[in-house]
């Protein structure tokens, strides 16, 4: 495997990821693949001839072997370190995707013209995508762990096999190379398949918990907003609406029995007023 190549791949992702996701991209180097390619490797080697058995009964060793170490621990590490990371390869190839469509769309409407602010944000479908990709890398490691825990037994690897399988004549006792160098190798990389599932499920909380706080502030600004207009409209059919109404309606009212005195008063005075002096002076 060209751990390079697999290192500058996943170096892109980097830039998209959340400050748990550059943590967990740390862990997954430092600790898993530095330590597979440095160590790991070498000390499993060829394991096969390490495996030694008390007899010379041909083929024995072999199923004794199979029977006992039915997937090895180097290549079982291997496919996960290549399992976990390709759902991380789905956020990259969705920035690629938002790049071509931003390019095709300039290419149409001008250079000017944006259809995304930033490709690489995470919202709309990539955030989606981002967030599958870590359940994904959760339900990988938890497989894998899983499986090794179902294979040897609690992650144990014993010094000693009693073996019983045919070809073997009898019970055979098969010895195992370099077990407690093995043991540690195996409680680090399982500590470190953990350290990741945890960093993965503290990302899925906290994106999920800030795009929760987001909603709640945009439907908080939207009633804001919806009030201030709302007083707005109250404010102006106040001052258009209400006095003008006020008016018509004291015109419509009829008009009470004092006030029809007062008016009958009135008019007699204009006509005595308006009428000639026909009295004559002595």
């Known amino acids: 495997m060209d751990w390079k190549t697999f290192q500058a791949l996943l170096s892109g992702v980097n830039k998209y990821s959340t400050a748990f996701g550059r943590i967990w991209l740390s862990v997954v180097f430092v600790f898993r693949v530095m330590v597979y390619v440095v160590a790991a490797e070498r000390v499993w080697g060829d394991e ?3 495996f030694d058995c008390n007899t010379k009964q041909p083929g024995c060793a072999n199923v004794c072997y ?3 170490f039915p997937i090895s621990h180097i290549r079982l590490w291997a496919l996960q370190l290549i399992f976990i990371t390709c759902p991380s390869f789905m956020v990259v190839m969705h920035v690629a995707y938002r790049d071509d469509r931003e390019r095709k769309y300039k290419a149409k409407h001008g250079n000017s013209a944006k259809l995304y602010n930033n490709t690489g944000k995470k919202h709309g479908g990539l955030w989606w995508t981002y967030l599958i990709s870590l359940f994904v890398k959760t339900g990988i490691e938890v497989a ?3 499986i090794l825990h179902h294979v ?6 014993p010094r000693l096999v009693k073996c019983e399988v045919l070809p073997c004549p009898n019970q055979v006792d098969c010895y195992v190379g370099h077990p407690t ?3 540690v190798f195996t409680y680090f990389m399982v500590g470190a398949s953990a350290l990741c599932i945890v960093l993965n499920i503290c990302e899925i909380i906290y994106l999920v918990s800030k795009r929760i706080v ?3 502030n945009k439907c908080k600004r939207r009633n804001r907003n919806m009030a201030v207009h709302h007083d707005d409209f109250n404010s102006d059919t106040i001052n258009n609406g209400n006095i003008p109404m ?3 309606d004291l015109m419509d009212k009829p008009p009470s029995f004092k006030s029809a005195q007062r008016l009958n008063a009135l008019k007699h005075e204009r006509i005595r007023a308006s009428a000639p002096n026909l009295s004559m002076s002595p």
């Open 214 to 216: 987001r909603i709640i």
């Open 246 to 248: 006020k008016r018509l």
């Open 48 to 50: 096969q001839k390490d």
């Open 152 to 157: 040897y037994d609690s992650f144990y690897l």
């Open 144 to 146: 894998f762990l899983y």
């Open 66 to 68: 199979d029977h006992f």
């Open 181 to 183: 160098e093995k043991k």
